[in-house]
């Protein structure tokens, strides 16, 4: 029916174009790129890649020989307006480009704070390869940072930071880090080994302004009146789905763009998958946006899968990493909505699993560097099987035995 078109190159724009072609799709494919790379990996930018000396290409997906050897049309610029009626995307640069079918995997936006000097060049965000590109050029001519929230990429960000030397200065409206995603358990553990690398961390505060001299930042005023000096900071604040595509061109958006279980909008001719996405979950009951590259991939496989004759209902199993120094938390299923969680492992012993229960329902598994745990629970939740409290929190009881 015409080609597809897919708008953003991320981690679901490109893994719907690469899976439409593994699925033997044979009509045009279109990535609409408005990132001067090749579609790479997002997760590196707050941590390895900051720390190493590898070039952006160590990023990348696959080379450009892939997308030329698979005939997939990488093509450079941004998606302005989509006429629904005409099957017809207008780029910025005014070419228009017919469509059978339109993906939108727009991904999200830094959230970005407003702030009186929020944006002097020292004032830096996370989310692209030329954010994480700028860091690294900078951070050997900074000494104090100040990190604004202690999100993932907030800690993620901190922990190189410090590793790379920089005194390092944390703040953190909510009372523990992390706290939207995690459990106290985690938020607890993580608040105590960034402390030990020596990161201060600052609870229950806001930054209320960023103090300049002549153009370069000299530091930040907090909500509780003290002042922290700093030559860099550093904003991760959350981000905000890029749905005014949609929205403009009439489809249903709320918290993100509405799309049914299939992954299919309002539109049966646009899909839109990844963080953009404000899905329809039967397993989970309600709408779901979430941010992670297991989302963004399964929802692109689902999407190709219906593209080339396989329509399925999504039905992904969430799972999630990040890696903050030495630690690597992983989670499994969707840990939200706990009453009761069970402890396995020992914090002191830096491994340890929380599994979060409701009532006696398994919801999910927070692994710190207990990687058995984490793919158990992974496949625990495959098998839409589970384990009683008791026996998530028995040392001896043998985790494989559930899963034979
Ligand atoms: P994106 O990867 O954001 O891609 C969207 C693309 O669309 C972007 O290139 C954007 O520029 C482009 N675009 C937007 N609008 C237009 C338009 N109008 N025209 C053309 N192009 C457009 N997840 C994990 O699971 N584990 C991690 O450890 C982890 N670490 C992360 C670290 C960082 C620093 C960041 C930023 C994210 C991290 N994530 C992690 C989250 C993960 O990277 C995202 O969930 C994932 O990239 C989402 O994929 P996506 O395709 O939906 O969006």
């Known amino acids: 029916d015409g080609p597809v078109i897919i708008v953003g190159a991320g981690h679901g724009g490109y893994q719907v174009a690469a899976s439409l072609r593994q699925a033997g799709f044979s009509d045009r494919i279109r990535l609409i790129n408005d990132e001067a790379h090749l579609p790479y990996q997002r997760p590196p930018l707050s941590k390895a890649y900051i720390k190493g000396s590898a070039g952006p290409e160590s990023l990348m997906f696959r080379p450009e020989k892939f997308y030329h050897d698979q005939t997939i049309e990488l093509i450079a610029g941004r998606a302005v307006s989509i006429d629904r009626a005409g099957r017809k995307l207008l780029l910025a640069s005014g070419e228009t480009l017919p469509y059978g079918h339109l993906v939108l995997a727009t991904g999200a936006r830094n959230r970005l704070l407003d702030l009186p000097n929020a944006n002097l060049p020292d004032v830096k965000y996370l ?138 909008t309002a539109d049966p001719n646009i899909s839109a998958i990844g963080d953009c996405a404000l899905f ?81 329902k398994l919801l999910g598994i927070e692994s710190i560097n207990r990687a058995g745990d984490h793919m158990f629970g992974r496949r625990l939740q495959a098998m839409n099987r589970s384990i009683t409290p008791e026996q998530a929190a028995d040392e001896s009881f043998d985790l494989k035995s559930a899963l034979a």
């Open 127 to 264: 989310r692209i390869l030329d954010e994480s590109e700028a860091l690294r050029k900078i951070i050997p001519s900074k000494t104090r940072v100040v990190v604004i929230g202690a999100g993932f990429i907030g800690l993620e960000f901190a922990a190189t930071a410090r590793i790379k030397g920089l005194e390092v200065d944390v703040l953190e409206l909510a009372p523990r880090v992390m706290a939207r995603a995690v459990t106290a358990e985690v938020s607890e553990y993580f608040e105590a080994r960034h402390r030990e690398a020596g990161i201060r961390i600052h609870l229950g505060v806001q930054a209320t302004s960023i103090e300049a001299e002549n153009g370069k930042v000299t530091g930040v005023s907090l909500s509780d009146g003290r002042h922290l000096p700093a030559d860099l900071v550093v904003v991760g604040v959350g981000v905000l789905p890029n749905i005014e595509l949609a929205a403009e061109a009439g489809l249903p958006v709320a918290a993100g763009i509405i799309v049914d279980e299939y992954l299919s």
């Open 280 to 360: 329809a979950s039967p397993r989970f009951g309600g709408s779901l946006r979430l941010e992670s590259v297991q989302n963004a991939t399964d929802h692109a496989r689902c999407l190709a899968a219906r593209l080339t004759g396989d329509k399925k209902v999504y039905d992904g199993h969430p799972w999630f990493w990040s890696d903050q120094g030495d630690d690597k938390l992983q989670i499994a299923g969707l840990t939200t909505g706990y009453d009761r969680v069970v402890l396995r492992g020992d914090p002191a012993k830096k491994a340890f699993s929380v599994f979060c229960y409701h009532g006696d």
